[in-house]
């Protein structure tokens, strides 16, 4: 269904309220990461659970979102997911110990599940594709005030204030959204969305919670290499079990027979790989700057807001750059360019000028988001309009996954760099190795991209390959 022109404006600015919150939340967290550890007298490395916990629940609760939505619509869904995200994120502020952050941190991830991904449903639901990175942008651009405004906010706050009220910003972020989503979405559902799948929910949950829990007590001392064994082991076997049966299904929970288009496959394939690497920044970077370099929160927000200051930029340009190369074009060649720019952070020293990395930070944000739009955009490219809610469930799901792996793996490398030199608390020189090492891993991302042919979503895009424009030419 293609709505009015003021629809197909509001309606991207409404789901945008809820992409602020997440924004905001998640940097504001990752730059107050040091004052909280010591507020809650723990380490920064455990303190990971707290952003850890809220992403495992997002993976585990995002398989529900679409069928939710075409079940109880999705107005109904969108508003009570602000309302739980809103609820939490109070809680989150009132914890006084690890163990009710966390707690709350989970609950405010039941709220991102069905947020986010309905958020995009509707948007989905609302525009042509022709128009749909264009939409894409007006989602992101508002969304990314949040990410913009969370350093230097939560660092000032942490500096001068408390790190508790970071999570009450998103009290009237959230009243604004479901006041908006009440007055202009629909409740719009599908007419027989079928049973829920609940065998395939419990295996998928099971997968992702062994696979999540055991690769992030991997290496910290948390649990004994037995325990971790043996979660690695229940999540693989789980996700063996639900791909042997999802293909059996006629309606499963997670369809994975999407992995048979090629721009979906690609796109989110290559999107998980891609996202592992950067998932890992917004843990490692402002820990090294504080702990590393001994900067204050707020010095160490201020510089690393810079990073979606570039990537607000990126949004303003994103159509142009995409019609012009299509979408293959920019995504193997941005993603070696991204990758550059995050493995140049691993040569950041304490004397290096504040300036020279608010700019390194500012550029390397701009062609990150280029490279997010591009593979977002892409992946509902060749969805059947019947798909389009399974979709947004297994591409936010493995979004999800890949941003909680990328916390997890920056971590781990960090831990092994720490036990390596002996030390239990990071220095300057131990923080490179884990940068390197995610580094790598973004570029591999390439490998998905490749082989999409040279007009993969011209139909969004409106790119036109060479070849293409000499056929219409030819007599």
Known sequence: MVASKFSQNIVPLIIACALFMENLDGSVIATALPAIARSLNTSPIHLNLAITSYMFSLAVFIPLSGWVADRLGARMVFCAAIAIFMISSAGCGLSQNLSELVVF???????????????????????????LVGAMAWVTVPALIGPVLGPPVGGFIVT??????????????????????????????????????LRGFFLMAAALA??????????????????????????????????????????????????????????????????????????????????????????????TFASAAGALLMKLTATRIIRKFGFR???????????????GIAFF?????????????????????LQFTSMNTLTYADIPPGLMSKATTLASMLQQLSLSLGVGMGALLLNFTMRWHGVTHPGPG?????????????????????????NAGAEISGYAPPETEVKRTDP
């Open 105 to 131: 941190r989970m609950f405010q991830g039941l709220g991102g599940a069905m947020m986010v991904p309905v958020g995009r449903l509707v948007l989905l639901r609302t525009v042509s594709k022709a128009n």
């Open 160 to 197: 001068y204030w408390s790190w508790h009220w970071i999570f009450f910003l998103n009290l009237p972020i959230g009243l604004l959204g479901i006041t908006l989503t009440a007055l202009y979405i629909g409740n719009m559902r599908e007419e027989d969305p079928g049973s829920l799948d």
């Open 210 to 303: 062994g696979l999540v829990c055991g690769f992030e007590a991997v290496g910290r001392d948390v649990l004994s290499s037995s325990i971790v064994v043996l979660l690695l082991s229940v999540g693989a076997i789980n996700l063996g079990l639900y791909a042997r049966y999802a293909l059996r299904h006629k309606n499963p929970i997670v369809d994975i027979r999407l992995f048979q288009i090629p721009t979906f496959m690609a796109a989110t394939l290559g999107g998980l790989v891609f996202r592992i690497g950067i998932g890992a920044l917004p843990f490692l970077l402002p820990m090294m700057l504080q702990l590393g370099f001994g900067l204050s929160a707020l010095n160490s927000g201020l510089l």
């Open 329 to 343: 074009r920019v995504l193997v060649v941005n993603t070696y360019i991204a990758s550059i720019y995050l493995l």
């Open 349 to 369: 020293q304490p004397a290096t000028s504040h300036l020279f990395i608010l700019f390194f930070l500012l550029t390397g944000g701009f062609f990150r988001s």
């Open 430 to 454: 131990d923080f490179w190795p884990a940068i390197l090492g995610v580094s790598i891993i973004s570029s591999l991302s390439v490998f998905f991209f490749l082989p999409l042919s040279s």
